[in-house]
């Protein structure tokens, strides 16, 4: 969790990780964990955040 919290800081995101199972759910988090640990010109962007589901 701390290590997911770490990256979440460094992104500027104020959400935090406090349960795997609840916080995992929407992929918020992931989406962000994953762009700020992606390299760089690999594809991954904060796009999917943006698309609202009907």
């Known amino acids: 969790m701390r ?3 770490y990256h979440m ?3 500027g995101v ?3 990780l ?3 199972t609840t916080d995992i ?3 918020e ?3 962000h964990l994953l762009h ?3 390299p760089t010109g ?3 962007s904060l796009y999917p955040l943006s698309v609202k589901v009907a």
Do not use: K, L, P
């Open 3 to 5: 290590w997911v919290n």
């Open 9 to 11: 800081e460094n992104a």
């Open 14 to 16: 104020t959400r935090r």
């Open 18 to 20: 406090t349960n795997f």
């Open 25 to 27: 759910n929407d992929s």
């Open 29 to 31: 988090i992931y989406t």
């Open 36 to 38: 700020q640990i992606a």
């Open 42 to 44: 690999s594809g991954v």
